[in-house]
């Protein structure tokens, strides 16, 4: 540090310049970034310093943002001075976010700093649930937690061993473990979160989500508010912007004024769930004006599959004229089949069923027609989450996509999988044999993902156990439906053995567990990430900012808990670490998954596990890095961030590779898409196989909430709850002082028409009622969403009991949780005791704590309603509302367990089971972990 004042004379021209090279990123130069050239000694003025000039030299560590999934990249500012990090900024360098960041990334400073962090290892010190914890170190915690592991492996318990996770933050090596311990153990939050978009991508191509090419669209269709609602958020926001510049137009459906929505060409706020008939209607457009891609449907579509299995005559007739002939006119027959098939999908249909105007459904379809080639769209959540048969809304916006051909065009929308980089692991164990019906029950064949959220229904069925249960930055109590039969799970240890809460930050559920680990924040720990954000893959390297620091100032540093805050340790020395106790002498052949691949039989490490991937796994990367006299760890150590791949179109139009399986098209063998018949399944055989014969193709399935089914004059309406602040990170929001002064506080959004009906004002206080119980929540009167619909965001609400330790202070409201037992289930209450106010702590900003609102818990109150075919969630409610009775307080939340439970079993009872001696699931259909095939069978 030296110190100069201003009249010393000094000027800027002493700093370094903020421009630089940026290598593997010639496509962007983000000028006011630091350039790599000067990261080893940064050199600014400390501004809390000022008037006086005091300079101070950083050196700027690369690493990735652990706050959503788009893995934006960060650097750190370490003060070389004291070794702190004191701030956050992006990383020029990143392919993916190209120095940019939203509020969240640089909000990871308050995460690291916070005052109420989970420093130490915390083992619980009375009965599960009372608040009373004690210190222990992590080789008595990792002892008991392996040998239950290990007994429950030896003893052919191994789906009792359970690894849910929430927010990833990492590619593939979990599965990893997963398989070395030879058990089926994952689950995951997806089924809350983006299984219906997966199911409804995947059946058309495999790939379970879409990869806009936005930059180079003209015109962009957005379904929900995706953009704002955090998940890409960065990555893509910027390049819808470059579209926007470069003349594409927007058309955004939702039916909240989102901030996406307000900055469109055309907001079309639709009635939740009639999304789909709107896009067949717009389809049927295309179709008869002619704007469809017809060759590309004639080479890419199983369009002869369908008409042989729907349409015989005029599949006979498609042969008689050349069938997929090139120039012959067979595909005529299929365009006839599909005018009659969708003959009610009219604009007027549209209209009735989503409110939106005919005009304006007609005329967004022919503006997608004249971007023909260059469609970019997207939907994620919204309206897939929240709609029984969400998962036709992706198949039907997907299908425009294939109609215009802008499939993995420039400007077009990309299978995912082909915009992501996979890299190949050290070490990967083979696939196992076992099937936990826990998380694929088989009433679900065709789920996208785990039938997560469902766990406290079917331990209370029977079903099975969970002897070691571990959440990981995972807070189902809070994010899931039906919190309070998780709690009624979590609690009882004939149901949860042992619950491990691995988490960097205190939530609802750890309260309910036995050991709380502190594993790393995002600058905390290792991770390989690779997100499509573009056209071309990249893969980010995230590392801990502060044992990178030490490493290159030459000291010895050990594992990650010598460089983090307390003892917190990256999550990746942890499973190692746990791995070797739970197989101590190699014995159950499970140790040798976790050696160094370059020192046989000594402990892996992180070096080598990544040193591995880099060296043997990411083309092009090695040459990188020799040309600049680096190892392929060092440079990822150096840079953060490795592009691929690059404007990377058409991959199915390429020659299939000798090995690969491919397809005939006009004579040539091409690549195709990894379906069972190579092509673009618009006709899904898998659904008939699977009990679903009449959604094979692309069609409408009315929601949960139609409009017919609300009685408005009841003051009945559709709760709208999913979506996000761009501002907040689901569970870890709390710990992020600046994010929560920004945003506080969940209102529900009540439409003027509805507020006067209802006899509510602004900032009333209104009782929602939903299937299970109510909540007590302030209206926010808005002409931002139509009406008939009520939203409330589902961030905040966040609460601790008591002044036990829990959720942290710049969050969460002391609540009391009073439960009534009763037949099948108890009656619960939860009530605030207090608001949010100043606290105490080592951070001064606590002092000034001027907010007071928590928000309101909603999810509580919501029964599970898991959609009959994708398993997914479907969020949206149909509620009563009134103005709050005499007592009601705000953040109320009633709830019954025992009627959420029969609502379980009524949703459940749609289902269509596997049937025995068949497939539990199509062999083509992807899963966490994917077990080998004879897995996937059925006992007769
Ligand atoms: S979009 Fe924001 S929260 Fe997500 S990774 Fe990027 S900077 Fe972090």
Not at 425 to 451: A, C, I, K, Q, V
Not at 718 to 747: C, D, M, Y
């Amino acid at each position: 540090m030296s110190e100069r004042t201003p009249a010393d004379g000094d000027t800027e021209s002493a700093m370094p310049r903020r421009e630089g090279r940026y290598p593997g990123n010639g496509e962007w130069i983000l000028s006011s970034a630091p350039g790599p050239e000067s990261w080893d000694d940064w050199r600014e003025y400390d501004p809390t310093a000022w008037p006086r000039k005091v300079e101070r030299h950083y050196q700027l560590v690369p690493t990735i943002c652990f706050n959503c999934e788009s893995a934006c990249g960060l650097l750190a500012y370490v003060d070389k001075e004291s070794g702190e990090i004191r701030r956050f900024e992006g990383n020029p360098v990143h392919p993916g976010s190209r120095g940019r960041v939203c509020a969240k990334g640089p909000a990871t400073i308050n995460q690291v700093d916070d005052p109420e962090r989970i420093l130490y290892p915390l083992k619980r010190a009375g009965a599960r649930g009372s608040g009373k914890w004690e210190r222990v170190s992590w080789d008595a915690a990792l002892d008991d937690i392996g040998g239950r592991i290990r007994t429950a492996i030896a003893e052919g318990r191994g789906e009792e061993v359970m690894y849910h996770v929430g927010r990833p933050g990492y590619d593939g090596s979990m599965d990893r473990v997963m398989k070395a311990w030879g058990i089926d153990g994952h689950n995951s939050h997806t089924n809350i979160c983006s299984s219906g978009a997966r199911l409804g991508y995947a059946l058309w191509h495999q790939s379970d989500r879409p990869s806009p090419d936005h930059a180079r669209a003209k015109f962009i269709l957005l379904l929900s508010a995706h953009l704002e609602a955090g998940h890409y958020f960065n990555p893509h926001a910027q390049r819808i912007v470059e579209g926007k510049a470069g003349g594409a137009k927007i058309a955004v459906l939702d039916p909240r004024l989102s901030n996406t929505a307000s900055m469109a060409d055309f907001w079309l706020p639709t009635w939740p769930g009639s999304e789909a008939a709107v896009l067949l209607a717009m389809a049927n457009v295309l179709i008869d004006e002619g704007l469809h891609d017809r060759e590309f449907l004639r080479r890419w579509v199983n369009w002869e599959a369908w008409l042989e299995a729907a349409h015989p005559e005029a599949a006979r007739r498609a042969r008689g004229k050349g069938g997929s002939a090139p120039g012959s006119a067979g595909i005529d027959e299929f365009v006839a089949a599909l005018r009659e098939t969708y003959a009610e999908f009219t604009p007027e249909f549209a209209a009735r069923e989503s409110g939106v105007p005919a005009a304006t459904i007609v005329e967004v379809a022919r503006e997608i027609g004249r971007a023909r080639g260059a469609l970019a769209t997207h939907v994620w959540r919204g309206a897939a989450s929240g709609n029984l048969g969400g998962w036709q809304v992706a198949r039907c916006l997907e299908w425009l996509v294939v109609l215009t051909g802008s499939v993995a065009t420039p400007g077009g929308t990309t299978p995912a999988a082909h915009d992501k980089f996979v890299a190949r692991m050290p070490l990967t164990p083979p696939p196992g044999e076992r099937w936990n019906e826990l998380t694929f029950p088989r009433e679900y064949p065709l789920s996208h993902h785990e039938l997560s959220f469902l766990l406290p229904h079917f331990l209370k069925q029977g079903r099975g156990r969970v002897e070691v249960y571990f959440t990981r930055v995972y807070n189902p109590v809070w994010t899931n439906p039906d919190g309070l039969s998780w709690i009624e799970a979590l609690r009882d240890p004939d149901k949860v053995g042992c619950h491990v809460a691995l988490t960097p930050t205190w939530n609802e559920s750890a309260y309910w567990a036995d050991y709380v680990l502190p594993t790393g924040l995002g600058p905390e720990r290792h991770d390989l990430m690779s997100q499509e954000t573009s056209a071309g893959a990249w893969i980010g390297f995230r590392q801990p900012v502060l044992r990178a620091f030490r490493a290159a100032a030459g000291e010895a540093v050990g594992d990650s808990r010598d460089a983090n805050p307390g003892e917190v340790w990256e999550e990746d020395e942890f499973w190692i670490d746990l791995s070797w106790r739970i197989d101590p002498d190699g014995s159950m052949g499970i140790r040798r998954w976790f050696e160094s691949p370059y020192r046989p039989g000594e402990k892996l490490t992180v070096d080598d596990y990544y040193g591995w991937i880099f060296e043997n796994s990411v083309p092009g990367l090695p040459e990188a890095a020799a040309a600049e006299g680096l190892s392929p760890l060092q440079y990822m150590r150096r840079y953060g961030a490795f592009r691929v791949t690059a404007d990377d179109y058409r991959f199915y139009e390429r020659p299939a590779a000798p090995e690969a399986k491919g397809i005939d098209i006009d004579g040539s063998r091409l690549a195709g898409f990894e379906t069972p018949s190579r092509k673009l399944e618009f006709f899904s055989p898998t659904m008939g196989e699977f009990g679903w014969p009449e959604h094979a193709i692309p069609g409408y399935i009315r929601s949960q909430v139609h409009w017919s089914e609300l009685d408005r004059a009841a003051g009945e309406a559709l709760l709208l709850p999913t979506f996000r602040l761009p501002t907040l990170i689901h569970t870890r929001s709390a710990n992020a002082k600046w994010l929560v002064e920004i945003s506080h506080r969940n209102p529900l959004w009540v439409h003027p028409t509805d507020a006067r009906r209802i006899g509510i004002g602004n900032d009333d206080l209104v009782r929602v009622n939903t299937a299970i119980g109510w909540f007590v929540v302030r209206a926010w009167v808005t002409e931002g969403l139509r009406p008939g619909i009520v939203a409330c965001s589902h961030h905040m609400g966040r609460w601790r009991l008591g002044s036990d330790p829990g959720v942290g202070g710049w969050m969460a409201a002391p609540v009391s949780l009073v439960e009534e037992g009763r037949e099948g289930g108890s009656l619960w209450r939860i009530r605030h005791q207090r608001e949010v106010v100043p606290f105490a702590s080592d951070d001064p900003d606590s002092s000034r704590v001027w907010w007071s609102d928590a928000g309101v818990h909603q999810n509580l109150a919501f029964p599970v309603q898991p959609d009959p075919v994708s398993g997914m969630h479907c969020w949206h409610q149909k509620v009563r509302l009134e103005p709050a009775r005499e007592g009601d307080r705000y953040g109320d939340v009633v709830v019954d367990t025992a009627k959420s439970h029969a609502i379980y079993r009524e949703w459940l009872a749609r289902t269509r089971p596997a049937k025995p001696g068949g497939l539990r699931r199509p062999l083509w259909f992807s899963r966490p972990v994917r077990p080998a095939d004879s897995a996937y069978r059925l006992e007769p």
